[in-house]
């Protein structure tokens, strides 16, 4: 079965500290590509970083990065320099014949 | 400016009322999908389409109907509505379909359904 499991169902980082958050899939797929999507209190889904799998090199989006780890089927999302923007619901997504989502991670940022 | 609409954005309604929520695209888009986001269980797929006339069930089908008639549109219909269908609804939509699906997917804003 594929799944996406997200550990952390909230996390707290204090302003301009880094974070990590975790997600674990599962599939027999060879070629799939894994997302994190954000969504502040908006309610709109915001991409914020991909990695396709068959890349050994972590995808980085400015403060934003990624550690992919394809043995392990891990693939966590690490924040730098945290702000009080990046509150929000962040979920992490895996596409292989169909997109499937963890439960998502509720962060807090503390001034 | 590229985007997904859904409308309406937020709906009360009550059992058994008959109900669409619409979902549009102007990226000229194949692959059109809808979503149900409630806590807890983060993001579920209803139905996803490949491209007009081709639609499929995701992982929560039951008490939902969509329809691909034209590529930019793909309504949601609710036929009956339950109280267990309150829920954010999304709609997304990505470039291509197929096996390897390598687009990322543009959401549309939400569209907040309570039924009573």
């Known amino acids: 079965a594929q799944t996406v499991t997200q550990s952390q169902p909230e996390m707290s980082v204090q302003e301009a500290e880094t974070v990590t958050l975790s997600c674990t899939y599962d599939?027999?797929?060879?070629?799939?590509?894994l997302f994190w999507y954000k969504q502040p209190p908006s309610r709109q889904m915001i991409l914020v970083i991909r990695?396709?799998?068959?890349?050994?090199q972590n995808a980085t989006e400015n403060r934003f990065s990624v550690n992919f780890q394809k043995a392990a089927k891990s693939f966590s999302l690490k924040i730098s320099d945290s702000q009080l923007g990046d509150a929000a619901m962040y979920f992490c997504?895996?596409?292989?014949?169909?997109?499937?989502f963890g439960k998502g991670t509720r962060l807090h940022i503390l001034p | 400016e590229a985007q997904v609409t859904q409308n309406p954005r937020y709906l009360i309604t009550v059992t058994g009322k008959k109900l669409t929520v619409t979902c549009s695209q102007n990226?000229?888009?194949?692959?059109m999908s809808w979503y149900r986001q409630d806590p807890g269980l983060g993001l579920r797929q209803i139905y996803y389409?490949?491209?007009?006339?081709?639609?499929d069930k995701g992982d929560v089908p039951e008490g939902y109907k969509v329809s691909r008639k034209e590529k930019r549109n793909f309504p949601l219909i609710l036929e009956s509505p339950s109280p267990n269908q309150t829920s954010l609804y999304f709609c997304?939509?990505?470039?291509?379909?197929?096996?390897?699906?390598?687009?990322?997917?543009?959401f549309g804003p939400g569209t907040r359904l309570t039924v009573l």
């Open positions: 997304a939509s990505s470039l291509t379909a197929g096996r390897a699906l390598t687009d990322t997917q543009y």
């Open positions: 599939t027999s797929e060879s070629d799939y590509y």
């Open positions: 990695q396709e799998a068959y890349k050994q």
């Open positions: 997504a895996g596409r292989y014949d169909k997109i499937i």
């Open positions: 990226m000229n888009h194949e692959y």
């Open positions: 389409s490949m491209n007009v006339e081709a639609t």
